[in-house]
């Protein structure tokens, strides 16, 4: 009887000595501290990065990113990590600026770099005169920044993932291969899911809350008219009303509402039809609602039920 304690004492003191091990090599100083921007790309990183990242996003919960704008405190912080992931200089501005300061080329990354200028769909062209008024609430891309919603383009920027993360960390290259080939199907089924919906379309137009879906739209072959555009500006009187009329023309069942979009005017526009709301995450940000652990595949499941019933009337 002695012996069996003295065993189980060492078969305790062994497994005792594993769990220290395996807790100290994955203390956070030995993972890869990662920022980056929307969501979509968070949840790439960390899927493929599995346990050799720690990646948060730059933005907080909730936030509408069409007006975000780093402390200096925040950007000191993005530049003390090890890679900070964007979509592009020419994308996104505001990442471009924080970049500038970071200023170290392999300590940047831009998501967009295999991606064809001639996919990019243009920026929003602005009423306003800019001339005159110098203060600008909004950003001027020179291009529709929502790139993370089309699959298509989120497999080039898984890709870019993978790659930086083998050149900073050869050691786990085949795991992060492993990773990444198996969201790289998760993407492809993304895909065959939304082609499959769009094959029966009785609606030409989605209406949504904000235009962020353009690049979905051309992907797959709609069109979308959002109650703001796409750098989310107040619509005028005259475009509410346009989009009402638009609506009970088309007789459309359903205006998307976006998670970190006001409903106000959007609530206006849907009591004056017959449309409901549907729930429709353009990922930019996660808010409090959002679980914890979600994937970007877990929205995106969503997004397609919404999307199929705003195109097949359901
Ligand atoms: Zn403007
Ligand atoms: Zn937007």
């Not at 203390?27 to 948060?56: A, C, N, R, W």
């Not at 796409?230 to 205006?255: H, L």
């Amino acid at each position: 009887m002695k012996k069996l304690f003295s065993l189980l004492l060492i078969a305790t003191l062994v497994l005792m000595a594993a769990c220290g091990n395996k807790s100290s090599v994955k203390e956070s100083g030995d993972k890869l501290q990662i920022y980056t921007t929307v969501f979509p790309f968070k949840s790439m990183i960390e899927q493929i990065g599995g346990d050799h990242v720690t990646v948060s996003s730059i933005y907080p919960n909730g936030i509408d990113i069409h007006t975000y704008e780093p402390t200096q405190k925040d950007t000191m912080r993005i530049a003390k990590s090890d890679i900070f992931f964007y979509t592009g200089d020419e994308l996104d501005q505001v990442s471009a600026k924080i970049a500038q300061v970071i200023n170290k080329k392999d300590k940047t990354v831009q998501l967009a770099k295999d991606i064809d200028d001639n996919d990019l769909l243009a920026g929003e062209e602005h009423d306003h005169d800019h001339e005159a008024e110098h203060e600008h609430e909004h950003d001027h891309g020179a291009h529709d920044p929502h790139v993370w919603l089309d699959p298509e383009m989120n497999k080039s920027f898984a890709k870019v993932i993978k790659d930086e993360l083998v050149k900073k960390d050869k050691a786990h290259e085949k795991e992060y291969t492993k990773n990444y080939e198996k969201l790289v199907k998760d993407i492809d089924e993304i895909d065959k899911q939304l082609k499959t919906i769009i094959k029966t379309k009785k609606q030409d137009t989605v209406f949504i809350s904000h235009d962020s879906i353009g690049y979905l739209a051309k992907r797959y072959g709609f069109k979308q008219e959002g109650v703001s555009g796409m750098n989310n500006e107040e619509p005028s009187q005259s475009d509410i009303i346009n989009m009402i009329n638009n609506i009970n023309k088309s007789k459309a069942t359903v205006i998307l509402y976006e998670q970190n979009i006001p409903t106000k005017t959007v609530d206006i526009i849907k009591d004056k039809t017959n449309a409901t709301a549907v729930p429709f995450h353009n990922m930019a940000v996660l808010t409090d609602k959002d679980k914890k652990d979600v994937t970007y595949q877990d929205l995106m499941k969503i997004n397609i039920d919404s999307l199929d019933k705003a195109l097949n009337n359901k």
